[in-house]
């Protein structure tokens, strides 16, 4: 990849990013009032919802396959297109066909999550750039948060006017910007200016065990991920009971895309300066970090049963801060160091692998309450996890950084 293409990616990605969370938070958090004020009986709610998910990981998938062609930013750009259709038939279509709009607007946003963080990792795509990967991963997952930090105030907005069609317009205004960013970036990548530097052919190792941590990450990694969401909605659940107005309920919802975009933020800062110091540390040792962090937190969570809001405002904090480290640097691990037409492949896989069984086993984990359960083991699986990560980056650190002198620029 040409160097001008991956200055360029490191910039834009996260913007594209930010408006498809933009478009896609906001014009789900209209589409519950929607459905209401169409009369709609509030029990659809979920169903409508489920159909969004699962053509989202429809669009995950043709994501991960087209990215095959070694130009994930092609699956994007389908992917705007697809949202600016979705947006569409939110606006236009009776309330009784909004499943048409949302099942749309979700394979629009697996098509688009993916490609975007498969292009990140495709920028940044050998254990030269780790740090460079990392900090791209970061600063797109932490807009997507950011978005729907920003993006639900407005939309609430609107829907306190009745203005439903309005806050799906809004959300499909992202469509054209996004289209444009992700053309402008495939356009660079493989037609504009050819310079080229050390990092701009692909890195040849020996041995199998690159993938081995690859495969490690992506199973291990992705079985915690699947769970640990239930301690976020354990956390959730037992600040609404001890809270009295709706207006604290909803500060509670914000604070963790807050911290997390914080976080992210913060994150790909240090990642930026670990690769210009030319620092050898493993992506696995921030990633055990932020497991163990989980892992304490939703110990004392499952163990603190009525805890007080002081505390569980704590554990939200400290989870959110795990989160900020785990989640983009569990992608980022997953796509690197591996062949570059795998990189959105992989990316694909993780979501499907960590989004399906939640699908599956949720209505279960509801209907015989085994939150606190499933937090437990989450916490004990991430616990060990994460000191195994950081063993390994303490003890295998010739393996991941195989060459003694690191490039200082890209």
């Not at 009369?39 to 659809?44: H, K, R, S, T």
Request: net charge negative.
């Amino acid at each position: 990849m040409p160097k001008v293409s991956r200055w360029l990616s490191l910039a834009l990605l996260p913007i594209a990013a930010f408006l498809d969370g933009g478009a896609y938070y906001g014009a789900r958090s209209a589409l519950f009032v929607h459905l209401q004020g169409g009369g709609v009986a509030i029990d659809a709610y979920p169903a409508v919802l489920i159909g969004g998910i699962i053509a989202s990981l429809v669009g995950t998938a043709f994501a991960g396959v087209i990215g095959l062609s070694k130009r994930p930013l092609l699956g994007g750009v389908l992917g705007a297109a697809v949202l600016g259709l979705a947006a569409a038939l939110l606006a236009a279509l009776p309330v009784q066909d909004v499943v048409f709009g949302t099942v749309t607007l979700g394979f629009a946003h697996g098509l688009l999550r993916t490609s975007i963080l498969g292009a990140a990792a495709h920028a940044f795509g050998d254990t030269r750039s780790e740090h460079m990967r990392n900090a791209a991963c970061m600063l797109v997952y932490g807009a997507a948060n950011f978005a729907a930090l920003l993006f639900l105030p407005l939309v609430e907005g609107l829907l306190l006017d009745g203005n439903e069609t309005a806050a799906f317009v809004l959300s499909g205004l992202g469509a054209a910007p996004i289209l444009l960013l992700l053309l402008l970036l495939d356009g660079v990548a493989f037609w504009g200016p050819r310079e080229k530097d050390e990092l701009s052919e692909p890195l040849e190792r020996e041995g199998r065990h690159h993938l081995v941590i690859v495969a490690v990450v992506l199973l291990a990694g992705g079985f915690v991920w699947t769970f640990w969401s239930t301690g976020f909605e354990l956390v959730f659940e037992r600040l609404r009971e001890g809270s009295g107005t709706l207006e604290e309920q909803t500060g509670f919802m914000k604070l963790n895309p807050a911290i997390v975009s914080l976080g992210c933020l913060v994150g790909a800062g240090v990642s930026v300066a670990m690769h210009w110091a030319k620092a050898r540390v493993s992506t696995l040792l921030p990633l055990g970090i932020g497991m163990v962090l989980v892992s304490a937190s939703l110990f004392v969570l499952v163990a603190a049963d009525g805890a007080g809001r002081g505390l569980l405002l704590m554990l939200l904090v400290i989870m959110s801060v795990g989160e900020a480290l785990v989640g983009p640097l569990l992608i980022s691990r997953v796509a690197g160091d591996v062949n570059a037409r795998l990189h959105t492949a992989l990316i694909a896989l993780f979501f499907l692998i960590t989004t399906v069984p939640t699908l599956l086993i949720n209505p279960v984990i509801v209907e015989h309450d085994l939150a606190p359960v499933v937090s437990a083991v989450s916490g004990v699986s991430a616990g060990l996890l994460g000191l195994g990560f950081i063993v390994a980056a303490v003890l295998g650190r010739r393996l991941f950084f195989p060459e003694p002198n690191e490039p200082t620029s890209f």
